[in-house]
């Protein structure tokens, strides 16, 4: 009985430990939006549309920005199944890097406008912004060459923060 419980324990630290850093993400995210320079054609939509391709890998911390604004239009959260149904999103959360091979999703961005996030510094080549646990800390990783495929920018104080930058093309 006691080594049970010791593990419903030790479980509920790794369960809010994750909370934690989905949390983190979450914020990032909802930050992260206000320093991208994103083409005029995608300010013009009514919605900011914050899109999660499969199931929720953000433990429901993504919800709490539902209600909040981006250049003055209300965030919403869409659960999408493939890029064909992502075309309305300004960001689009994979949470798994191979769930699209990389070579489909450089093509599929270009143009589009669409800021791509996902887990891990090795898998900066799926996407322009990845979130990276450095020293028990979230960092962020970027790829300015993929966001220029996809007509974006980000702002120097948005570079700044990142840890690890990769410039050219993908």
Same mark, same amino acid.
């Given at each position: 009985?006691?080594?049970?419980?010791?593990?419903?324990?030790?479980?509920?630290?790794?369960?809010?430990?994750?909370?934690?850093?989905?949390?983190?993400?979450?914020?990032?995210?909802?930050?992260?939006?206000?320093?991208?320079?994103?083409?005029?054609?995608?300010?013009?939509?009514?919605?900011?549309?914050?899109?999660?391709?499969?199931?929720?890998?953000?433990?429901?911390?993504?919800?709490? /920005?539902?209600?909040?604004?981006?250049? $003055? #239009?209300? *965030?919403?959260?869409?659960?999408?199944? @493939? &890029?064909?149904?992502?075309? +309305?999103?300004?960001?689009?959360?994979?949470?798994?890097?191979n769930v699209?091979?990389?070579?489909?999703?450089?093509?599929?961005?270009?143009?589009?406008?669409?800021?791509?996030?996902?887990?891990?510094?090795?898998?900066?080549?799926?996407? /322009?912004?990845?979130?990276?646990?450095? $020293? #028990?800390? *979230?960092?962020?990783?970027?790829?300015? @060459? &993929?966001?220029e495929q996809? +007509?974006?920018?980000?702002?120097?104080?948005?570079?700044?923060v990142a840890?690890?930058?990769?410039?050219?093309?993908?």
């Amino acid at each position: 009985m006691l080594v049970l419980s010791l593990l419903a324990f030790a479980s509920a630290g790794w369960v809010h430990a994750d909370l934690k850093t989905h949390q983190i993400k979450a914020a990032y995210l909802y930050q992260i939006s206000k320093f991208v320079f994103w083409p005029a054609s995608r300010k013009d939509l009514a919605q900011f549309q914050v899109c999660q391709y499969g199931e929720d890998s953000y433990g429901g911390t993504l919800d709490k /920005m539902t209600g909040r604004n981006v250049f $003055n #239009q209300p *965030v919403v959260i869409r659960r999408v199944d @493939g &890029l064909d149904e992502a075309e +309305g999103c300004h960001l689009l959360l994979l949470p798994d890097a191979n769930v699209v091979p990389s070579d489909q999703l450089v093509s599929w961005v270009k143009g589009k406008g669409v800021l791509t996030v996902v887990d891990g510094a090795d898998n900066l080549d799926h996407a /322009m912004v990845a979130f990276v646990l450095e $020293n #028990q800390r *979230v960092r962020l990783h970027i790829n300015l @060459g &993929l966001a220029e495929q996809a +007509g974006l920018s980000f702002a120097a104080n948005l570079l700044e923060v990142a840890s690890h930058i990769k410039r050219g093309a993908p």
